[in-house]
């Protein structure tokens, strides 16, 4: 017990850390070192991406030789190095240049200035490729949930992590951003570097109580090798009883620990690499197998389970290019509008504050799934989850789309009100409009990502092999980085190729008032139904990997099948109950 809440403490400080540093970087490029919008949000969104790249570094690292926990302690001390150097250069006023409240023919930062800011982004990316796909492994690990018995609670660990972490980012989106907006940004961004360094602390500290599980070689050498072993054998027909397959339980002990994976007839091409031939006879009579000419059957379905999960990787390739600038936008909007919390108040919400709303109905969402819609579901779906992974990420592409469509009529409702009040080519002057009129694409932001994170989280940890955990988060913040360089690509694009004769085009670098923001957002729209139509297509054609576990409580040594949660006692023919999928 000690642990996990030695644990949590550490996860709520690092996200604390992670939000308050990250949330309002617009506002510092923006309004501290004067990059026009365009620049400062591609800035960000090609460091976001090279933070989601990363990862996959992290993993063969972690899943080959170092381990999950080596590398979280090895990227925190790099993530810290990198938030330091930034938090000291807020402190100094010779890495900014001087203040422009005009915002009119303002001096950009130089090129030392801004050397400083890549050199502590591409720190911090680097300290997130180690953290980001082993943290949430890592911490799975020490509650064993990867038993399939264990994963249809009432209150399952993915929500329970995304609701701490929601907590966290609420906390840092109050108090840090107004520090950095009404206090200053040294402070601002030096209170969340030294959460990071609570974080790490705790962490250490909790050290002697973790389970640590030992890396059993690199899951990419496993998958070349199953590649060529099938390349090797392309000419060979592959027999039509799959008992002919090569099996070698001993060899695939480490990496099978909850279950071998069993035979799927999906991408049988591969089931090449698992023939026996006159050639490998020899070597396996001495059990000695050439695992660059033949792997076991768990091998290939390894690969097999990695291949039919990267079309869902890819469709959160477009749900993140939807969402990547709005985060900037939507801050640029919030600064031009009346941000009084009642009408007779002086307290002003600072514009990357409203992201506070995103954050509340997360978490609100979190709380009211398992509690009132996984009961309610579960009455007509007979699934004690309620719904499949598979379902809970569509509906958060449903409600993604709905928050896209309904931000372009309030970007329309903005700019008309700007426009009666003859307020269009007033940058600094504030639209008398009020900010909440954000809140409802906040929220509904806030629900898809309830509904599209956490099933995508759990989908992937639960779809994945079992020796590929680690590999299968990375995959995750891979989609991540694809979508935030794809957004980049469409607002230069956009940037680029809207613009008019007069000059003006959809997004304009100073002043937003001139600008067909509403234009982009139908345009996003646009795309994400498209990405949910294919998204569709991939769950409807999808097999969910069906595992051989030994049973451990009450009947020792019973084999097991399962497939998508549903339980089949081999050894008496029992069956237990089925998780309808899509």
């Not at 969104?45 to 933070?51: I, P």
């Not at 799927?264 to 020899?282: C, E, G, K, S």
């Not at 890819?314 to 801050?331: K, R």
């Not at 699934?383 to 990420?393: E, F, H, K, V, Y």
Request: net charge positive; hydrophobic share 45%; proline share 4%.
């Amino acid at each position: 017990m000690i642990d996990h809440i030695k644990r949590i403490t550490n996860e709520i400080c690092d996200r604390f850390a992670a939000t308050g540093f990250h949330a309002n970087l617009i506002t510092y490029l923006t309004v501290q070192l004067n990059i026009p919008l365009v620049k400062a949000s591609n800035t960000l969104t090609n460091f976001t991406g090279l933070s989601s790249f990363t990862p996959i570094i992290g993993a063969l690292v972690a899943d080959s030789f170092a381990g999950r926990y080596w590398t979280i302690v090895v990227a925190l001390l790099i993530y810290e190095l990198g938030m330091i150097i930034i938090t000291i250069s807020a402190f100094l006023p010779q890495f900014h240049p001087p203040q422009c409240p005009t915002q009119v023919n303002c001096k950009e930062a130089s090129q030392s200035q801004l050397s400083v800011l890549y050199v502590s982004l591409f720190l911090t990316a680097i300290g997130l490729g180690g953290t980001r796909p082993s943290v949430v492994a890592f911490a799975a690990d020490q509650l064993d949930i990867s038993k399939p018995k264990k994963q249809a609670t009432s209150w399952n660990f993915f929500n329970w992590y995304y609701l701490l972490l929601s907590l966290a980012s609420l906390s840092a989106l109050t108090l840090v951003v107004y520090i950095q907006d009404r206090v200053s940004w040294g402070w601002g961004l030096g209170i969340p570097t030294i959460a990071m360094v609570v974080a790490f602390v705790v962490f250490l500290v909790g050290s002697p109580l973790y389970q640590k599980a030992k890396p059993e070689g690199s899951p990419f050498v496993r998958v070349a090798q199953v590649i060529v072993a099938a390349i090797k054998k392309r000419g060979v027909e592959v027999p039509v009883d799959d008992k002919l397959l090569y099996e070698n339980k001993d060899l695939d002990a480490g990496i099978s620990k909850d279950g071998r994976l069993v035979h799927t007839n999906q991408l049988r091409w591969f089931d090449r690499a698992a023939i026996i031939t006159q050639d490998d006879t020899v070597h396996l009579l001495t059990n000695s197998p050439k695992l660059w000419r033949i792997a076991t059957v768990h091998r290939v379905e390894e690969l097999k389970s990695m291949i039919r999960l990267l079309p869902f990787v890819s469709t959160g390739i477009l749900f993140v290019m939807a969402y990547s600038h709005q985060g900037s936008f939507t801050i640029m909007q919030a600064r031009t509008m009346d941000r009084h919390i009642t009408k007779t108040s002086s307290f002003e919400i600072p514009p990357a504050s409203m992201a506070v709303f995103d954050v509340l109905a997360l978490i609100i969402t979190l709380a009211l799934y398992d509690r009132l819609f996984v009961p309610f579901a579960s009455r007509f779906t007979k699934n004690p989850a309620g719904i499949t992974c598979l379902q809970r990420m569509g509906v958060g592409f449903a409600v993604n789309i709905c928050a896209t469509l309904v931000g372009s009529f309030v970007e329309i409702k903005r700019k008309h009100v700007a426009r009666d009040h003859k307020l269009i080519d007033q940058t600094t002057h504030i639209i008398p409009i009020s900010v909440y009129w954000l809140v409802p694409q906040y929220t509904l932001h806030g629900v898809a990502q309830a509904f599209y994170q956490v099933g995508k989280l759990e989908f992937l940890y639960d779809q994945s092999p079992e020796s590929m955990k680690s590999t299968a988060m990375a995959l995750y913040w891979i989609a991540i980085a694809l979508g935030q360089y794809a957004g980049t690509l469409m607002v230069t694009l956009v940037h680029k190729y809207s613009a008019g004769k007069n000059g003006r085009n959809w997004l304009p670098d100073r002043n937003i008032n001139k600008g067909r923001l509403e234009y982009y957002y139908m345009l996003v729209t646009g795309i994400q139904v498209v990405n949910l139509v294919y998204y569709y297509i991939c769950a409807w054609f999808y097999t969910y990997k069906p595992l051989e576990e030994v049973a451990k409580s009450g009947e020792e040594g019973d084999l097991e099948l399962v497939v998508d949660n549903m339980v089949v006692d081999v050894t008496n023919g029992h069956e237990g109950k089925e998780a309808k999928d899509t």
